[in-house]
């Protein structure tokens, strides 16, 4: 079982920062890829950029270059860095882990929430 907390969601202004944080707890060294998604209203869960255990990074192309995904194995903690923000990017952003523990088994976080809004 893997237990996945995001944090750093909230209101920001167009052009802003933001930097989320999704903190792992549980079977940790079963975790490989991690990910981040987002979901807008009526719209379904898209993937954001994604990430090895290696470091290995990838990003959706309509963001690429605004938003970098990083983590720390140490902290058992990924991290989406977002600038240059715009009202489009106004979603609910999920966690996602990848676990490899004789199965492959995908676990969520809860979302939070980011606002972009002058």
């Known amino acids: 079982q893997v237990l996945l907390v995001e944090s750093g969601g909230g209101l920001v202004q167009p052009g802003g920062s933001l930097r989320l944080s999704c903190a792992a707890s549980?079977?940790?060294?079963?975790?490989?890829?991690m990910a981040w998604y987002r979901q807008a209203p009526g719209e379904q869960r898209e993937l954001v950029a994604s990430?090895?255990?290696?470091?290995?990074?990838n990003y959706v192309d309509s963001r690429k270059g605004r938003v970098t995904i990083s983590r720390d194995n140490s902290k058992n903690t990924l991290y989406l860095q977002m600038n240059s923000l715009k009202p489009e990017d106004t979603a609910v952003y999920y966690c996602?882990?990848?676990?490899?523990?004789?199965?492959?088994?995908?676990?969520w976080g809860q979302g939070t929430q980011v606002t972009v809004s002058s």
């Open positions: 549980g079977r940790i060294s079963s975790i490989n890829d």
């Open positions: 990430i090895t255990r290696g470091g290995r990074t």
């Open positions: 996602n882990a990848e676990v490899k523990d004789g199965i492959v088994s995908y676990y």
